[in-house]
């Protein structure tokens, strides 16, 4: 599948999309992506907005949305300011 990364995501794991296969579900590519940058989850500890072929997480299944390799996943941190 296809992942796109935004914001500090960007900065954190230096690359703006990753091409991922294996993950079934959005909590098991959140597994991964902690495994492959130690410390991606805590970056989405403060909130995150997920997308799945453009359709927010939420309004799915939540980290159990199921995933495939044709899908096309959009993850962005926390908007900072105020």
């Known amino acids: 599948m296809?992942?796109?990364l935004f914001a500090t995501l960007i900065e954190f794991t230096?690359?703006?999309k990753l091409?991922?296969?294996?993950?079934?579900?959005?909590?098991?590519?959140?597994?991964?992506?902690?495994?492959m940058f130690p410390g991606f989850k805590k970056e989405l500890e403060k909130g995150r907005i997920i997308l799945v072929n453009g359709k927010n997480?939420?309004?799915?299944q939540g980290?159990?949305?199921?995933?495939?390799?044709e899908d096309t996943v959009s993850i962005f941190p926390p908007a900072g300011g105020g």
């Open 2 to 4: 296809l992942v796109k």
């Open 14 to 16: 230096g690359k703006r």
């Open 19 to 35: 091409e991922i296969s294996g993950p079934k579900t959005v909590g098991e590519l959140l597994e991964e992506l902690d495994r």
């Open 57 to 60: 997480i939420e309004h799915l």
């Open 63 to 69: 980290l159990d949305t199921p995933l495939s390799d």
